[in-house]
């Protein structure tokens, strides 16, 4: 990975949103201080960060990681602005892991899951009665 193209991309397309680097870090559920590793060139996400990162800035990997709109010999669209939006199907999903997403607290990670809560009460009431 161009270390020093992506940090500039990360700052770049960070501050055009207006967004501090404490903002960006709780919607990606890390620390403010990854953000400013990233930011110096110190430190890279791993690839399912940068998936969520481009789907954040609206931008392609490419545009992400490399500061161009595709890769060299690549047939892929240059933004996911040109790419037909996700259908209905594809809307309201849950998360597939079971396990909290780095940076996640317990309490967000309930919030996101209180279906299981309730299985769990509903399974005791059953068992137990």
Do not use: C
Request: no cysteine; glycine share 6%.
């Amino acid at each position: 990975m161009t270390t020093v193209k992506f940090a500039t991309q990360v700052r770049t397309y960070r501050q055009e949103r207006g967004w501090s680097q404490e903002a960006l870090a709780q919607q990606l559920f890390l620390t403010r201080q990854t953000i400013s590793k990233w930011e110096q060139g110190d430190a890279t996400p791993d690839l399912e960060t940068l998936v969520r990162l481009a789907t954040l800035f609206n931008v392609s990997l490419d545009r992400l990681v490399l500061g161009q709109a595709t890769a060299p010999g690549s047939d892929a669209t240059a933004d996911r602005t040109q790419r037909p939006t996700p259908g209905p199907e594809n809307t309201n999903r849950r998360p597939t892991s079971l396990t909290p997403k780095t940076g996640q607290t317990a309490y967000d990670w309930l919030e996101d899951n209180w279906y299981l809560g309730l299985v769990l009460v509903l399974w005791i009431y059953v068992f137990f009665h």
